[in-house]
């Protein structure tokens, strides 16, 4: 009798075991994560790579090493073209066109200035506080002065193009860091901006005012360093151009600015 107690526990017994196993079964594959191989790292993911040299976000900073900028969408019709020579006769007839154009581009900037007071409008707090003549004036300014980038643009590819004499060479890279060191007249892009769309600009009294003050303080000593770099860049030209190609060297500015009041020399 006790035998057959104890055979019919082992067969309960049995039978609780299999059916928990049965219900601890693994779920079928089709909800399963695949396995990973133990030994194989987890994919890297990609990180992003700052730039080597990072740039400050100018117009002139951020022009293209190697690669003129496009025509400007403002203009005042006097932007360079980019060079599209492949020998150094037609670069230093290059160097040369852009010897004059730049001289008549400052000229024009500096005559879009002349007899003014050299001093943002006291009060102004809108572009309806400025007279039609002043607002035309800025955006004459803009458009000046986004033709001039066109020239700083020009100076990587010109250089390269123009071969390895050391003056010429110089001339080249002097006018190239003069223009760096222009810019009070990206401040005619902003003021500009300021009447076409004064609600970007606030407070609008204390944005036009810094702007125009900076460009008043500034853009005239700057532009007449360019200028003067330009017109050595002519001298060491003429040494390569023949008689029918030379450049006449541009007259130098006066050396104070052309506001009203200012001493001419």
């Not at 007839?93 to 050299?118: E, P, Q």
Request: proline share 11%; with cysteine.
């Amino acid at each position: 009798m006790m035998r057959g107690t104890v055979l019919l526990v082992s067969i309960i017994v049995a039978g609780g075991v299999r059916s928990s196993l049965e219900a601890q079964k693994a779920p079928p594959s089709s909800t399963q994560h695949p396995a990973q191989p133990a030994t194989q790292p987890p994919a890297a993911q990609p990180t992003a790579t700052a730039p080597a040299n990072p740039q400050p976000v100018t117009p002139q900073s951020t022009r293209p090493a190697s690669t003129p900028a496009a025509a400007p969408s403002y203009t005042a019709g006097l932007a360079m073209a980019a060079y599209a020579g492949s020998t150094q006769q037609e670069a230093l007839d290059y160097a040369a066109r852009l010897g004059r154009m730049l001289d008549s581009t400052i000229v024009t900037l500096v005559s879009t200035f002349r007899n003014t007071s050299g001093q943002p409008m006291i009060g102004a707090s809108s572009p309806a506080s400025l007279s039609q003549r002043e607002r035309d004036r800025w955006t004459r300014c803009r458009n000046v002065y986004w033709d001039l980038t066109t020239y700083a643009s020009a100076m990587d590819p010109l250089r390269q193009a123009l071969g390895s004499d050391p003056a010429l060479q110089r001339a080249v890279a002097d006018l190239d860091s003069a223009f760096d060191r222009s810019v009070a007249t990206v401040e005619c892009d902003n003021v500009a901006s300021m009447i076409d769309a004064p609600d970007r600009w606030t407070p609008w009294a204390d944005q036009y005012e810094s702007a125009a003050r900076h460009f008043y303080r500034d853009f005239y000593a700057q532009v007449r360093d360019v200028h003067e770099k330009d017109r050595a860049l002519v001298n060491e030209l003429n040494r390569f151009l023949g008689s029918g190609h030379r450049v006449t060297p541009p007259p130098a500015l006066p050396p104070n600015p052309p506001f009203a009041g200012a001493a001419p020399g």
